[in-house]
């Protein structure tokens, strides 16, 4: 594993711990509701009626389907683009690599030439 | 972040939606014309705009016992400037009212304000302040994308005050009362997204420098020139 492997795998490791370590550490005791929800609970329990309604509230469960869809289609499009930048610096290089052996060959064969007509 | 449709008295839905439009609309302008004067940065743009559509969608618990949305929207605005990342956080919005009931189309301009522009431009003031005090590009970067993500929560904080300042504590009190609900739960958010940014930084350093040079994030290498000069 290259140094720069090992840091990244390092970063998605301590992204992993910060979400997971809370989860351990109070033992399911929280509930962990969305702050969002919090904030409207709150000021419904002041006495505030919001005076306008979504036209479509999916029901749980397909909420959290659309929600991972949403992850779902993001993930997506950026697994595509870092895949084809990826891609397209491996190409480039093998490209450069490639162009690097014929240039070298080609220098050989002209030494070699130029030796046969010296001679 | 997202304030619930309904949730703010129609002065206010209505005074944010004119303060967020303009920026909205000057992003659609800027979204175009990188587009058509850079065809080759349509990729990462792509980058951006999705970067912040999967984050947005995750709900992640924190130490508070809640939980809570990131944002995504630094890399898009340290990457292509803020008015770019207005549209793109607006267009997630929409398709989150629209679609999960998440937010609203009445607090659609609220949340803009706070989600796609506060956001992206307190992220890119500081990392363009990081960077100018001599800090390297990722910790700059971090530093960007964790408070792109801590300001639009401290605006969503601002926004409710504003909207429901408490007879006895007034605005500062209440003000408190929302950032102790929003912004302490958002700080280790803010930390991970931080962090999710340098990695992507670091996988783009290597795969899109080019892209990376043309928009001056990196100084071009010195050309290889097997030392001829």
Do not use: C
């Not at chain 2, 400037?81 to 267009?91: C, E, H, K, S």
């Not at chain 2, 992220?123 to 001599?134: E, K, N, P, S």
């Not at chain 2, 990695?199 to 892209?211: D, H, K, Q, S």
């Amino acid at each position: 594993m290259t140094r720069r492997a090992l840091v990244n795998a390092l970063l998605v490791v301590a992204v992993v711990a910060l979400f997971a370590v809370p989860l351990l550490v109070d033992g399911g005791t929280s509930g962990y509701g969305g702050t969002d929800a919090a904030v409207t609970e709150e000021l419904e329990a002041d006495g505030y009626t919001p005076w306008f309604e979504s036209f479509f509230s999916p029901a749980g469960e397909v909420e959290s389907g659309l929600f991972a869809l949403q992850a779902a289609l993001g993930g997506g499009v950026l697994g595509y683009v870092l895949g084809r930048l990826r891609g397209r610096r491996t190409a480039a290089t093998a490209t450069a690599t490639a162009i690097a052996a014929a240039t070298a060959t080609t220098t050989t064969s002209g030494g070699t030439a130029a030796e046969a007509d010296r001679r | 972040m997202h304030i619930a449709e309904g949730f703010l008295p129609a002065g206010h839905a209505l005074g944010w939606t004119l303060a967020a439009a303009p920026f909205v609309a000057h992003g659609a302008r800027a979204v175009v014309k990188e587009v058509r004067e850079n065809p080759e940065s349509t990729l990462l743009l792509g980058a951006a705009g999705a970067f912040t559509f999967v984050l947005s969608a995750i709900k992640l618990p924190s130490i508070t016992g809640s939980s809570s949305h990131p944002t995504g929207t630094g890399p898009g605005a340290i990457l292509f400037r803020p008015p770019v990342m207005a549209l793109l956080g607006t267009v997630v919005l929409l398709f989150q009212a629209l679609l999960l009931a998440h937010g609203g189309l009445t607090t659609l301009g609220a949340n803009a304000f706070a989600f796609a522009v506060v956001g992206p431009w307190a992220g890119y003031a500081a990392y363009r302040l990081t960077r100018a005090a001599g800090a390297g590009l990722l910790p700059a970067v971090f530093v960007g994308v964790a408070l792109a993500d801590l300001a639009t929560y401290v605006t969503t904080s601002l926004q409710l005050a504003l909207a429901f300042p408490d007879a006895s504590t007034g605005l500062a009190g209440t003000l408190a009362k929302f950032l102790g609900v929003f912004a302490v739960t958002q700080i280790p958010l803010a930390i991970g997204e931080g962090l999710l940014g340098v990695l992507l930084f670091r996988v783009l350093t290597v795969n899109a420098r080019p892209e990376l040079e043309r928009l001056g994030i990196l100084k071009p290498a010195p050309v290889p020139t097997g030392g001829a000069a």
